[in-house]
């Protein structure tokens, strides 16, 4: 198996019947930046979950660098596969900005020292060193996004999994935010609304509609893709051209 | 939207008790509550050197009188109770005198001035370890005296998710507000319990979502926190010895 993330058939329905994933198939090769694009209650989140075994039935129908998602594989897994979720305020909790990043590496096994070094040198990248002795509760929105986001990839995963992270940003933490994704030298897959910063971050994108992957190719030539866009309920925004931009 | 700060307990007064170990301060209030729940009371200079002990600590935390009465207020609903024991409380039928008719018991007097003095003293010394240690230190505190992972994890959130919850509150009442609903009357407390039903239903889910998010870094069942420096606290030791040996000297030796 070459392909760094594999999906085989993957399906999920929750508990009262409803299925929100149905026949998954996708695979992602290792430095790969994806897209999962789609309309609300398509199901993105849902499928994120599965990444790293939050949810699913843990069946060996995904494979992370030929690991399967299993209950003997869960901690490993975990460590390759980090998720920011969608509210920052679901992912903070501790009392300090430093112990909040230092919760993941403790977790896998990093001594203190460790843990802090890999915290710091966290938080440096998501340029919030100077915040670390705060509480997170008290920092503005722009700046728990970061927070959470350093609090991921101060575990090192191979891949980041990260779901609407430019909902409720203001102009200037959305770009800070797409700069520090760019940097990155991880795989990434990027769940969004926010179409632009798709096509800036992602070579390729997904639309994901009804539990279905309805679509893969270019992020590009899903953008000019009307029909494609259209009976998936995309849009661009409003005066957002992009026939000047190179495929 | 940037959360809003609640009032926390902690007064930034520079006092020498900030500077001291959370978990010697937390250790040394509960062994002197211990010491004065269980004194007799009837030797005066017992009471008057454990209340000593108590004005000394409230002396060294700096905390403005005023402000220490104002916390002192919530042991009201205590003294409310205590006040009426004059008259209820009769032990062996023996009354001191009366008012409006009604006999005042020696005994009801006796458990009234006991437990005045001691909710007092035990609530001062509960002031002055909030006024001069903040909600992560009294959590690091418990952590340092080995108090169960699970219990000092729930302490944590507590604290943690008052704010997100003071600022969920305040976000459904603007709503509500703002679509003409008046907090007034019998009639405005149903839709305010529908709202608290919201509430707790979204706490419930953030809750899950917090979970969901903890494992995901590898939660395993215990939060640690990091080490913090302080200094030296010696004194507090003493303290807690003197006023055990008070207790000791009361129920053994007079």
Redesign the interface.
Known sequence: MKNYLQINDLNFSYPDGYEALKNINLEINKGDTLGVLGPNGAGKTTFI?HL?G?LGNLDDSIYINNLSINEDNL?KI??KV??V?Q?P???L????V??DV???P???GYT?EEA?SKAIEALEKVKMKEFLNK?P?????GQKRKVAIA??IA?NPELIVLDEPSS?LDPASRRELIEILKNLDVTIILVTHDLPMALEICDESIILNNGEIKTRDKTYSILTNEETMKENRLELPFGFALHHLED | METTHSHHLQLHNNSKLNLLKPQVKIFTVFAIVLSIAFLSLENYSIILSQTAIVIYLLWLSKLRLSTYLKRLSVDIPFVLFALFLPFLSKGNNEVLFKIFNLNVYKTGVLEMTNILIKITLCVTLAIVLTATTSNIEIIYGLQKLKISPLLIAIFSFAIRYIDVFIDEVKRVRIAMKSRGYIEKGFKGLKPLAFASGALLIRGYERGERVYNSMISRGFNGTIELKNRSYEKSNFLYILSLLAFSNLIIDRFYL
């Open positions: 979950l790293n939050i901690k975990r460590e980090g998720i979720f509210d305020d679901d992912q909790f501790m009392p300090t430093l112990e230092m919760f993941g403790k977790n896998f203190n802090e509480p509760h008290h920092l503005s929105f609090s991921v575990i409720n």
